[in-house]
């Protein structure tokens, strides 16, 4: 996995360049200071500034997990943890490697150490290959230090990798072997094109590192799950005078996947991590038997993809970019003067290495990679959209939900076509919540969102809903406002009721319709807060409370002037005409919650989700008929009668957005399948 890095030293640094160094946002910073958990140095035009050593001082402390104890910070906490899903299951390297970490405890590791560790178990995978009898069978790169062990060529492979320059003595090896008692005991098992050799480094790396760099390891069946969706024949691979690049190969394992008609003269891979490339050399060795290493050299390379890589007609791109990776000052400003997906506020390493993909593939060529999610939907990703618009063709999307061990982000298989006609949505393949699609209708695709989540017949309904009829939507017609942000809800948050306190609202304590306080208070001080909306809003005659996290729209009514924390925002409709409860039943109907889980498919309810869902201009007679109903399930403390008002109540808002009765019961029964069941109270 590639990690672009940083260009240079500086002897201070402004608050959002230490906020890249601590991977937090520069909000959560300036907080930081406030609280007294990081001190500028100097204030230069009213603005903090933090000298080199006090940073690396702090980085230190981070590393070692001694201070500033947030969730957050927890990426930078160094120690060993075993990557657990990367190989595919059963493997006996997965015990062996976790009894490694038994041995290794939270021992901080130095970068020779992890080198010796990666050398002894190369040494190992190698003699079993290449059935090379020394009758060693632990201590390997001891014997090797000492000549027993004669890889050939391949010699070359390991020495490089257990040390950067000069002979790898008995010595020096008797030195790390000292300091790690027992480490070089373990045995390793070489077990074809498997990449044992990325899971024992991402493990040694540790998960804090991992996140902190952007590296986040595919495991192998999600490698596997991408080859097959180009070579679904494994016996069939890739024609001569095919070119492949894995621009961020990491340690190889995309390319040792690859089907066997594949030869080591066709592949390349590109990482600026050294040990990765030298690692994943080690691994062509293992795949392409006798292969020269001067060819393995020259195929894998320590390089820049994005700036240091010219090289063009690639007939595949495949791999998995870095995400979230935080450039320096200079690599930004060379991306930004090169890439149109460089020129947001922040500049996102898979954008990049998008579009890079799709200058280096020839024309026809295919560009297929993992990814997150995000980039089908998020704002910050359209430039990346409208790139894929233009120069490509996708041919299939897989939804592959959190695959990353201890990464929660639900992520894609996006494979492209490079292409210069205009894209069509006609012919995608989908796999999506266990179910396998391909889409028949050339539809409405902007760079606003990339929406495949749904079949044709889901899609017919929700532009039935957004077109046809008459239609209003709360753009530009509802306030919205965030909960609280305390900044210290151990210290602000309460479990009782004291003098001065009031009653404030989480997400968990709103139902739909209804809202069951849970006993939380506090003390309403704004100016204590880390973020608070105007008082005006949550002090409003009349609002909806709604539940920001989650797959599904979940509103309450509140005219009590109640408070609420951030994990239930506000929304205060004004639209003509339309009564606040009416707007209520249409965002808590299965038909709005169709809308949006089709249409957005996210874990958090964003203001701009629903300016966008359609609403029914219904008739005043209409309104006050679903408005009636309404008022009784806010009151109705039986699960069954509840359940009745809310069915009620939902025909008529089917019935308002123009649906029939065939198209109503196939909502219901999308909601089902989809595990969106509505519950009573």
């Known amino acids: 996995m590639e990690k672009p890095g940083d260009c240079g030293l500086k002897e201070e640094y402004s608050l959002p360049e230490v906020c890249g160094r601590l991977s937090i946002s520069v909000a959560t910073g300036r907080n930081w200071v406030r609280m007294g958990k990081i001190k500028p140095t100097k204030i230069k035009s009213g603005k903090p500034y933090f000298s080199s050593a006090y940073v690396n001082e ?109 002979e790898f003595t008995t010595e020096q090896c008797q030195k790390v072997q000292g300091e790690l008692p027992g480490v070089f005991c373990v045995p390793y098992f070489w077990e074809g094109n498997t990449d044992v050799l990325g899971m024992l480094y991402s493990s040694l790396k540790g998960i804090g590192n991992r996140k902190a760099e952007g ?83 020259e195929q894998l390379k320590v390089q820049d993809f994005l700036l240091g890589e010219e090289g063009r007609g690639y007939r595949l791109i495949l791999g998995n970019p870095p995400w979230g990776f935080r450039f320096g000052e200079e690599a930004e400003r060379l991306l930004r003067a090169k890439f149109h997906t460089a020129q947001g506020k922040h500049v996102e390493s898979y954008d990049v290495f998008l579009e890079q993909s799709l200058r280096c593939a020839a024309d026809g060529g295919r560009v297929a990679f993992v990814l997150p999610e995000a980039v089908l939907d998020v704002k910050s990703h359209m430039e990346a959209r409208r790139v894929i618009l233009e120069q490509a063709q996708i041919e299939e999307v897989i939804y592959l939900g959190d695959v990353f061990d201890a990464v929660q982000c639900p992520s894609i298989i996006l494979n492209m076509r490079k292409a210069t006609e205009p ?73 009782r009721k004291v003098e001065g306190s009031e009653l404030v609202l989480k997400g968990a304590d709103i139902q739909r319709y209804q809202i069951n306080g849970s006993g939380t208070y506090l003390v309403y001080e704004p100016e204590k807060f880390q973020q608070s909306a105007p008082t005006g809003l949550y002090r409003a005659k009349e609002k909806l409370l709604y539940r920001f996290i989650g797959n599904q729209l979940v509103f309450a009514y509140d005219n009590r002037q109640r408070l609420s924390l951030n ?29 949006y889980h089709k249409m957005f498919h996210s874990l958090k309810v964003l ?28 009151e109705e403390g039986n699960s069954g009668k509840w359940m009745e008002y809310y069915n009620r109540v939902d025909r008529l808002v089917s019935s308002a957005y123009g649906l029939d009765g065939t198209e109503h019961r196939a909502i219901c029964d999308a909601e089902q399948e989809g595990g969106l069941k509505t519950k009573p109270i």
């Open 567 to 595: 994990s239930c925002n506000i929304l205060i409709p004004h639209v003509d005409s339309l009564h606040i409860k009416y707007i209520l039943a249409v965002l808590n109907s299965r038909a709005a919650n169709f809308y």
């Open 58 to 166: 702090m980085l230190e402390r981070l590393r070692t997990g001694k201070s500033l104890k947030t969730r957050r910070n927890k990426a930078y906490i160094s120690g060993n943890s075993l990557y657990r899903n990367y190989l595919p299951q059963p493997s006996q390297n997965s015990g062996s490697v976790e009894a490694l970490m038994g041995v290794l405890g939270q021992k901080i590791l130095t970068e020779g150490q992890v080198r010796a560790i990666l050398a002894e178990c190369a040494l190992q995978l190698l003699c079993q290959a290449y059935g090379i009898e020394s009758g060693v069978r632990e201590n390997y790169l001891l014997h090797y230090s000492q000549g027993e062990i004669q890889l050939g060529q391949y010699g070359a492979l390991v020495q490089e990798l257990a040390l950067d320059s000069g």
């Open 215 to 297: 590296s986040y390891y595919t495991p192998t069946h999600i490698v596997e799950k991408l080859i097959c969706s180009l070579f679904p024949d494994p016996k069939v691979g890739g024609a001569d005078g095919w070119k492949v690049m894995d621009p961020c190969c990491g340690t190889g394992n995309f390319l040792l996947r690859l089907p066997e008609s594949f030869s080591i003269g066709q592949l390349a891979g590109r990482d600026i991590d050294k040990v990765s490339v030298l690692l994943a050399r080690i691994n062509m060795a293992l795949k392409f038997k006798g292969a020269p290493v001067s060819l393995i050299k």
């Open 423 to 495: 894209m069509d949505t006609y012919g995608i393949k989908v796999s999506a919540q266990g179910k396998n699609f391909q889409i028949l209708t050339s539809r409405n695709l902007t760079a606003g969102n990339f929406n495949f989540h749904m079949e044709d017949w889901e899609y017919r309904m929700v532009q039935k809903m957004a077109n046809e009829g008459n239609t209003t939507y709360l753009k530009g017609q509802a306030e919205f406002a965030l909960g609280i942000v305390t900044g210290n809800n151990k210290k602000i948050l309460q479990g």
């Open 607 to 634: 203001r701009s989700h629903l300016e966008q869902i359609p609403i029914p201009l219904a008739a005043e007679g209409r309104q006050q008929e679903i408005i009636a109903v309404v008022e009784k399930i806010m």
